[in-house]
Every structure is written in structure tokens, then in C-alpha cells.
């Protein structure tokens, strides 16, 4: 069974279509990638599924449970966490009170479980750990993103949804972020993610789908859309 | 003419004009008459109450009005902001009526009207009536201010709170509002220094001795103690609200400044 499955799901702003019929499934332990331009859907698609946008019609399955009209902080309890695009970290407070944020549903702060979490993202992140009392908004772009990363994870999530988290950094960075993606795959929580960087993401991806103008148009393994032709003329700025 | 000369004529000219009115306000005003009037020997037997009485209840006066007009300001923003249709009108109707108003007829209305009409007994009897008149008005001032701040806070920040699993109370009370309060407290600490000086308007209440704010000890000593019958007692008043407002107005300007340059 998938971890998660969405069916024909559509979301509409006003009376604008953002996505339009949208279905895919996501395996446990693997990294789905939905790639795309600007404005084709791949954030509205992460938001329905994080609960922040309505859903106009379809369903969304998460671990054999409906969770289509659930509102966010359910979906978090049941094992859905999400960095968002932008980062979105707490700028006011400190890297450790974003992390806490992060682990908000359980408010068990002082449980050893919460000190394992704690761990295990700074063992990912070790750069967190080093900067645990530095205030969010002060960081640069690629520190917030990992504090973003960080405290997605911090809910202790089965699937982890990241919203572009290589965008806006250096290439080192972002080989350095990527290589973080796929120990979190390493460590057994399933990623839903979606960039910009085609090149980058399909690479890693067990299975990828191409968003246009609100439609999945391609899906297929991440090394057979990397290996086909128009995807490479199209997303990875390749010759024909 | 050159223009390099042409500007030195015209501030030439600017210079001259301030000095003639100078020298005509040095050698026409009575400053004889003027220091008798607002700065007359047998001033420091009033310090003691202005200061005492009259700054002390001027503070706590304002310091109540200040936490309870926010608390009922940040009760209005939200609900302004609800998704409640019912809410945003009663808000809105609220904020419009209180603006709308002169401070002074809403003091009015809560130190003699409404006691009278529902037999009410505020607590602090008429000055504290005054005072929730007073509340009532910087609520809704100071609800507009708050709105003003929530929205500020960008959208993004709402999602990913929301995104963490908090609820949508939880986000207001630990991601939005908090930084909503820094965003607005240059405009806040402007709204304070107001209020510091809207607390003359309780004088007109007429409150029991000790009851008096720094404007109505001065207005007593008009006609009483060694400076009856000149303005002196008012011009001490003044000077007092100026030690106060002035280093609060700098410190505003100050925090403007500080965060324009965090953007």
C-alpha cells in the first residue's frame, strides 16, 4: 500500500484552476519528485496535501486513512510534516525555538523521545547545533533553509513534504542540502519533493511527475525522465 | 546674477527677516509682565504636589489606560480580521464610533451619564470612570494600529506555522502576534506618549484630591497657594509634560530609525 495517494484532486483559486486532476502515489521509503516551471502547480499541490488549501474535488489517502478535509495540525499528528518554500523560519526566535516549533504536536519537550529527535537533526544538520542560539532571521539563506529542514523533521513525520529547498542557494549548498535529502531517505522517512533543480531532484527520485500549467503531463522513474529527450530540452537545459 | 549669488541674496534675506522679528519680539514683549504671569516667585511651593499627586497619578492613569485600551485593542484587531462577518462589523462599528467621537465627550459620557442612568459605581468613582471612557477611546485607536501589524506579518509565516500542526490560536499566539508587536512598536510607543498627554482631559472630571492628575493640580493652583491668579502653575505642568513626552517622542524616532535599517 502507499504511503500516500492522491486522487484527481483539484484546487481552485477563485475561479482560477490551480491543479486540475491530479493523481499520483508515493511509496514508503522512497523520494517522489514533482518537477516543473513557475506558477504550474507543484506548491498548490504540496499545500492541498499539507491541508492549507481547500480541495474542489478528489481525495487524498495518507497511510489508508482519508485525510481530505482534515485541517493541518491533524494531518501533522498523523505523520505529514512540511518546509516551506521560501524557508518560512521564525525569524524572531532562535534556531532551537524553531525546532521546537517543530515538534508543537507533542508537546513533550522534555521526553527522551523529543532528545532523540533533537539529535538526530543535529546529527543531520550539525551546522544547527553549533548555531542553536542564533536568531533565525539573522542566518544566511542556507543556514534557514536547513533550520526550515530541520524542524519539518522535528515532528518526527513518516512523510516529510520540501518545498523547493535548494532555491536561492549556491551550487555547493545545494549539493550539500541534497545529499541531507537523501539520508533522510537513508534513515526511513519518505520524501515528497519538489524543485526547481530537475537535474538535482531526478537524479535521486524513485519515481517524478511534470507539472504544467496545473496537469501532471510525464511521470516515470527520476533516471527515465532524466534520459529522455524533451524532459532534457525542457527542465534540464540540455540539447536534443 | 550668478545663481551661486542669487542663493546667497535669498538666504541673506531669510537671515534679516528672522532677525527683525527677533528684535522686534525682544524690544516690544513685556518680559516683566511675562515672567510675572507664567514664572512667578513662590513656584516651588507647587512642585511637591504637582509632582507628588499630579505626575504620579498622571502616570498611573496613563499606564492603565495603556494595558487595557491594548488589551481590548488586540481583542478588536482580531476580531476585525475574523472570518466571522458578524465580528468584523461589530469591530468595525466600534473602532468608527470611538475614532469618530471627541475623546472628551466619551469621558463625559462614562464619569456622569452613565453612572447616573444605570445607578454604576465605577471603581475610583469619577476619575475612574473617566479613566474607562479614556480605555475605551485608545481600544480603538490603538485597534487599528494592531490590525495593522497582524497583517504585516507575511502570509507565509501563517502557513508554516499551520504547516507545523499548530492550530490556528496556536499560531496566532506564538508565531503571529509576537512579531505583529514588534513591527508596531514604534507606532505604539506613539500611541503612549498621546494617551500621556489625552490624560488632561480627566481634569475636566473633577476627581477627589488625591485623585488628581498633573492638568487638574495645576488648574487648582490657579486659584489657590502662593501663585494664584497667574499661569505659573500651568506653565510648571507644561514643562513636566515635556520632560516626559520629549525623551519618549526621541526614543520613537529612534526605534523608526532602527527599524527601517533591520528591513
Redesign the interface.
Known sequence: MPLLEVHGLCVNYGHIEAIRDISFTVEQGTITTLIGANGAGKTTTL?TI???RTVRAGTIIFDGKDITNL???ER??LGL??S???R?????MTVRENLD??A??RKDTKTPAYQEDLERVYALFPRLEERAKQVAGTMSGGEQQMV?MG??LM?RPKLV?LDEPSMGLAPKLIAQIFSIIDEIKAQGTTVLLVEQNAAQALKRADSAHILETGEIVRSGTGTELAADGSVKAAYLGGDV | MRRSTKRYLRQGGLYAVLAAVVIFLAVSVDWGNVHRNFWTPGLGDNWHDLILTGVKNTAIYTVISFALGLALALLLALMKLSDVLVYRWIATVYIELFRGLPALITILFMAFAVPIAFQWHAPGGTAGAGVIGLVMVAGAYMAETLRAGLQAVPK??T?????????PV?THV??II??AF?IIIPPLTNEFVLLIKDTSLLSIVGAAVGQRELTNVSRDFLSSGSTAGTGTSLAQAALLYLIITLPLTRLVAWLEKRQQRAR
Request: glycine share 16%; proline share 11%.
Open positions: 499545500k499539507s491541508g492549507l485541517p493541518p495540525y501533522v499528528k510534516s512540511q516551506p518554500e521560501g518560512g523560519v521564525f525569524p524572531g516549533m517543530g508543537f504536536v526550515a524542524r519539518a515532528a513534504l | 507565509g509565516q502557513e508554516a506555522a499551520r504547516s507545523l500542526g499548530m492550530s496556536a506564538h508565531v509576537p512579531q514588534r
